[in-house]
């Protein structure tokens, strides 16, 4: 939860920017250190929350939806384009918050 807070205010914060180097490094480290973290701790949280055999399916499954969200993301390229750099993380702090109810649902 902390890490998906994390890259949701790095989100925001540079979504407010004036322009892109205007954003602080510290800012955009953020939100990668969120990022990042939501990955590393979500695959942690799998294996340590299922058996082996249920654990690898639920890791199987990540590793087919994150590459087709990926494959998306040439569609955000050129939205970035016709709209701005603001698009991205127009669209990040939108989906992020979808997210704390489904890490609520499967965690507690």
């Known amino acids: 939860m902390v890490a998906l807070g994390m890259f949701l205010v790095g989100s925001l914060i540079t979504l407010f920017a004036q322009n892109l180097r205007s954003n602080a490094n510290a800012v955009r480290i953020l939100q990668g250190s969120g990022s990042g973290g939501c990955f590393t701790l979500g695959t942690a949280i799998i294996f340590d929350a299922f058996q082996k055999d249920r654990a690898i399916a639920a890791i199987n499954n990540m590793n087919t939806i994150i590459p087709l969200i990926m494959g998306c993301t040439n569609a955000l390229a ?9 698009s991205n993380f127009l669209a990040i702090a939108i989906f992020c918050p979808s997210q704390f109810p489904i890490v609520c649902l499967f965690l507690f």
């Open 78 to 86: 050129d939205t970035s384009i016709m709209l701005g750099f603001r």
